[in-house]
């Protein structure tokens, strides 16, 4: 007589197709939930509380959020976040005209495409600590620039009117490269044919790249675009490094506050921390939505 097969084995020979595919995602998706959805679910569960992080927490339902509504340095923070990623956003036009420069086989473009390459592969650190000493009213190099044309100095960080810009242009130099870098590969995967079929076809110039070439990078668009906005709204190294906040809190933004009110000497506020952190997630997952939405309304129209 033959030995009968167990049933589990029995169960996984016919069903191994469907469960593969999940066995292979399993660890992927416990990552997921452990490292990413339970501190979502953590964080707002700890903003409808007051704690210091290490007593017993304190139920103030909606009180964090109330009091948010009512500080000044939460719009400052709100304001300086819109200001980020307006401006920040110049990074995926200025990547796309850089990108075009390299996509071409001229002497040298490699030595080009490793310089322009050079600040996506440094630290923030680095990035906010070069533009400190760019702005540095003695011996900057945009100062003493601005003290030729105009006669006098000018100290970009300490300057309320100026030191957010000065930071998002900071940020914008490492983000460019990213985003070139995201269209470089997009410009690689380009059909051929639909390129000389246009040209033949009397395609050139703006039209050919508004017609022809960027909608076969709309993936690389998308990502860009998602990147950017994150980046922007999570925008917190270059504060912390350039300005601390300052001068005043003019330069803070959300992620900053929440870190000075939560995790500071000045803080261990974490039930506050947690509320400003929910608002600036509920902020990114706003855009995030609007553009999936818009990609797959995009994709069934075409």
Known sequence: MSEAVPSSTGYWKKNQQRLAPWLFLAPGMAMFVIYVLFPIIESIWISFHDWDGLGDKVWIGLGNYVELMGDDSFYTSLKNNVLWLVLYLLSIPAGLAVALFLNQTVTGIRLYKSLFFFPFVISQVVVGLIFT????????????????LTGQQIAILADERFVTYGIIVAGLWPQTAYCMILYLTG???????????ARMDGAKGIKLLWYVVLPQLAPATF????????????SFDLVSIMTSGGPYGSSQVLSYFMYEQALSEYGFRMGYGAAIAVVLFLIMMIFITLFIVRMLMQERNS
Do not use: C, H
Request: aromatic share 12%; proline share 5%.
């Open 133 to 148: 000493w760019f702005y540095a009213p003695d011996f900057g190099l945009f100062s003493k620039l601005i003290e030729n």
């Open 223 to 234: 990502i860009a675009m998602v990147v950017t906005v994150i980046g922007s709204l999570r």
């Open 187 to 197: 410009l690689n995967n380009i059909n051929p044919e639909q390129v000389e079929a």
